[in-house]
């Protein structure tokens, strides 16, 4: 709506100030005052323009964005049994923990702690 409103009195401001300078051109004391009164308007009606359209690049716009991200593995994921480098017994869930980035077994039956090394997806 104030898009509107600015074009309209852009080409109204336009057409004051086209007119007004037609009736100073013209001569004559009273085609003086109404020049005056249509290049007066012209200017009102551009500076109300001015006004609206800074008044509206200040006002912040809402923007809404859609962001849909789907994750998916690089190969399959199978569950594998793991064993212990040392012993070769099976080490269980709870066994396996997390430290510092990297994967750590904690053997139960020979109680060695040792890295779990990712092997190749290739």
Known sequence: MIKIIGIMSIFGGLGFLG????????????????????????????????????????????VHQDINVQMSGSGEFKKRDIACPSCGAP?????????????????????KVSALEEEPKW
């Open 19 to 62: 007119l007004g300078f037609i009736f100073i051109v013209a001569g004559g004391s009273s085609n003086l005052r109404v020049g005056g009164a249509c290049i007066g308007l012209g200017l009102v009606l551009l500076l109300l323009t001015y006004f609206l359209v800074k008044m509206e690049s200040k006002r912040p716009t809402l």
């Open 91 to 111: 080490v269980k869930d709870e066994n396996i923990k997390l430290i510092d980035g990297g994967l750590m077994i904690n053997c139960p039956f020979c109680e």
